[in-house]
């Protein structure tokens, strides 16, 4: 008996440890979502870029500054003090800002958004406002254009901002704190 037992052991066991072996595919997905998609930003982003570059050349008084984020803004009010500072990590910022479409329709007024505290890169911000912040020093007021990307992109804001809206911001710093990491 013990004998049966140990050759039906070896049996079972020699059947049952073959390596694994790899499944094919049912369906053979294409890269064309993405290429589709590609497109579709890339003509939305030039189109975004035709109308700010529109907006720019029709607003010839204004000294309109690319900056390496991929949104364009111009001073309102500049100090060119030494002993003031931009914000650095961490630093609390307190700002108010209104927000246009680039037809210029004034969606939020800066009643909606007077005397914000935002601690730097530690909090939730739409991207090109969170960027443009770290350029400003108190008591500046900058008009940025964001294409939709730096604004609140494919989403918007699920209130008032729709997909893909591009935007016009007029922003003001009232104050920097430092913090003690800086």
Same mark, same amino acid.
């Given at each position: 008996?013990?004998?049966?037992?140990? =050759?039906? !052991? &070896? *049996?079972?066991?020699c059947f049952n440890c073959k390596t694994p072996e790899a499944r094919k595919p049912i369906s053979?997905? *294409?890269g064309s979502f993405i290429d589709e998609s590609l497109e579709r930003n890339k003509k939305l982003n030039a189109k975004e870029q035709a109308l700010i570059e529109q907006i720019m050349s029709a607003n @010839?008084?204004?000294?309109?500054?690319?900056?390496?984020?991929?949104?364009?803004?111009y001073y309102n009010e500049k100090r060119n @003090?030494?002993? =003031?500072?931009?914000?650095n990590f961490g630093d609390i910022v307190n700002y108010s800002y209104s927000l246009k479409d680039l037809n210029g329709t004034l969606i939020?007024? @800066?009643d909606n958004f007077k005397n !914000?505290?935002?601690?730097?890169?530690?909090?939730? =911000?739409? *991207? +090109?406002l969170r960027e443009g912040l770290k350029l400003m020093k108190t008591g500046e007021t900058v008009t940025f254009l964001f294409p939709s990307q730096k604004a609140y992109g494919y989403y +918007?804001?699920?209130n008032k901002i729709g997909?893909? &809206?591009? !935007? &016009?911001?007029?922003?003001t710093v009232n104050s920097i704190t430092k913090t003690e990491d800086n």
């Open positions: 008996m013990y004998k049966f037992f140990i =050759l039906v !052991l &070896i *049996t079972v066991l053979v997905k *294409t @010839e008084s204004n000294t309109y500054i690319a900056s390496e984020n991929g949104f364009w803004y @003090e030494d002993t =003031l500072v931009t914000p939020y007024p @800066e !914000l505290d935002y601690a730097m890169d530690r909090q939730e =911000l739409f *991207t +090109g +918007g804001d699920e997909a893909n &809206i591009p !935007l &016009i911001a007029k922003v």
